[in-house]
T-cell receptor, first 115, second 117 residues
Framework: GENVEQHPSTLSVQEGDSAVIKCTYS??????FPWYKQELGKRPQLIID?????GEKKDQRIAVTLNKTAKHFSLHITETQPEDSAVYFC??????????????FGTGTQLKVEL | GAVVSQHPSRVICKSGTSVKIECRSL??????MFWYRQFPKQSLMLMAT?????????EQGVEKDKFLINHASLTLSTLTVTSAHPEDSSFYIC?????????????FGPGTRLTVT
């Protein structure tokens, strides 16, 4: 099955700096790559996603890049703010015909934005 | 739109008892719902995929007789933890994929914190 690795496990940045989180996946059939932000005790919130037919996607301070050949994708957060502090998970999905898409999650990155 | 609810949000039960968790899609129909388990400071691990009107598909290592899943309608899936033990204490989260939506997005419920004493 799919295996998703995520690095780093913890990341501390100064407010205003950029943060980059990287993930690799194993199954070349994966075609959907969402990123989630999870605050303690709460549900994961989708912050951005990318499909395999696109190499880069941006939404304000957040961007995601995908390299299908190398099977890795990255989350970029610019101008970080204290409220960006949370755990971030990448995920990969292989579409299942007629059903849903199983998400395989990375191990998570605890991002701390310091004042 | 695309709201998923879970009930209860927190539950404490005694070892050996069973607990039922409900997952509802409030404003859309979901052919497929997913159940995840998350231990403290760990990632979400998929337990099973639930399709409306059919048997759930369990991930390797998840006991289907212990974690009973029922998806009787397009808006409701339930997870019953039978004969719960302390090691079953965890954060259980469901997600749902909307019927007819072009995207691949899953919508997550708020989670249920289960504590088995």
């Amino acid at each position: 099955g799919e295996n998703v690795e995520q690095h780093p496990s913890t990341l501390s940045v100064q407010e205003g700096d950029s943060a980059v989180i990287k993930c690799t996946y194993s199954d070349s059939a994966s075609n959907y790559f969402p990123w989630y932000k999870q605050e303690l005790g709460k549900r994961p919130q989708l912050i951005i996603d990318i499909r395999s037919n696109v190499g880069e996607k941006k939404d304000q301070r957040i961007a995601v890049t995908l390299n299908k050949t190398a099977k890795h994708f990255s989350l970029h957060i610019t101008e970080t703010q204290p409220e960006d502090s949370a755990v971030y998970f990448c995920a990969a999905s292989i579409g299942i015909t007629g059903g849903g898409n199983k998400l395989t999650f990375g191990t998570g990155t605890q991002l701390k934005v310091e004042l | 739109g695309a709201v998923v609810s879970q009930h209860p949000s927190r539950v404490i039960c005694k070892s050996g008892t069973s607990v039922k968790i409900e997952c509802r899609s409030l404003d859309f129909q979901a052919t497929t719902m997913f159940w995840y388990r998350q231990f403290p400071k760990q990632s979400l691990m998929l337990m099973a995929t639930s399709n409306e009107g059919s048997k759930a598909t369990y991930e390797q290592g998840v006991e289907k007789d212990k974690f009973l899943i029922n998806h009787a309608s397009l808006t409701l899936s339930t997870l019953t933890v039978t004969s719960a033990h302390p090691e079953d204490s965890s954060f259980y989260i469901c997600s749902a994929r909307a019927v007819g939506r072009a995207g691949y997005e899953q919508y997550f419920g708020p989670g249920t914190r289960l504590t088995v004493t």
